[in-house]
């Protein structure tokens, strides 16, 4: 859901900073997908239902991908069948090939997210195909979409920082993102820091490029907090025009093929520090921090720097700045 009207600077601190932005819950799968241990279904969808009753817009509840590339997903269709669906939340879907999208399509997902990556070297760890190999495949995924009437959401992994690779050239990402939205028909593209090699400068630079490139199409992005420059860099995404941000529970997640590949941003963290500026995300901190509790539990770690240590102060949904307010 775009939020086009951005308010006037704020006079405080001058930043140029949205209304609003969505966020889309990625720890049922990126979270999760790491996890040695199989979390059962019935955990996985109660974290799920947890989740979508905090007001949170989007959730990539599982991916439909090859059980024995990724063990812990082997129960998505379980999955999607077994969450309640809440009305005004899309439930969303990682798939890497058609197999996945045509399973994705028959579960029910409201979208599909396509993940190619930008890098060969990984696209060949993480799908045993290369960029340009899984461009062409991507058109049966395009193709499977169009015909459910399902809406295929593309998604560049390592396009802000490859593990084998380092930083793609910025000329490569954006003629990748042109070939998404042509011959895929792609609206919605995703821009992926898959193991937190980006830096603000970077992201801000590449975002505001591709944003400035590609009227018309919602650009999300993907930060992971590897280096610690996850909050850094949604606050350069911010103001490069970026508003709609992936986020994970209790900051856990990572891609099991690409070497030291840790959590992504915390969804509190991430929710706390847009609220307490004043950029509402529509979602209630005390039940976000709730369900960051229950996904510690289930999975023994966490990686949030709210759940240590709580709100700066009481957060709402959104609450107005007071005037004077330092
Ligand atoms: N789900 C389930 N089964 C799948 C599948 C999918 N998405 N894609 C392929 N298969 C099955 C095929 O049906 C085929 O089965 P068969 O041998 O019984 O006919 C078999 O797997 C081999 O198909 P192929 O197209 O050659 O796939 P592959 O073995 O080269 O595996 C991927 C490619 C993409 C499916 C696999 O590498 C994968 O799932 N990767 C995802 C990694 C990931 O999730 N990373 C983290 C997120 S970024
Ligand atoms: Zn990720």
Redesign the pocket.
Known sequence: MPHPIAPPPDPRTGLALPAGVTICEVGPRDGL?MEKTFIPTAAKVALIDGLSATGIGEIQAT?????S??PQMADAEEVISGIARRPGVRYTA????E??AA?AVAAGVDAIDL?VSATDSHCLA???MTTDQAMQRARGVARLGAEANVEVRVGF?TALGCPFEGFPPYERVERLVGAAVETLGARHVNIADTVGMADPQRVHGFMRRLIGTFAGVTFSLHLHDTRGMGLANVLAGLEAGVTNFDASIAGLGG???APGASGNISSEDCVHMLEAMGVRTGIDLGALLAEGARAKALVGHADSALLEAGPARALGPYRAPVAGEA
Do not use: D, E, I, K
């Open positions: 997908q991916s439909f991908v090859h059980p590339a990724v990682l798939v890497p090939n197999r996945g399973r993940v993480n799908t045993r992994a891609c099991p093929y």
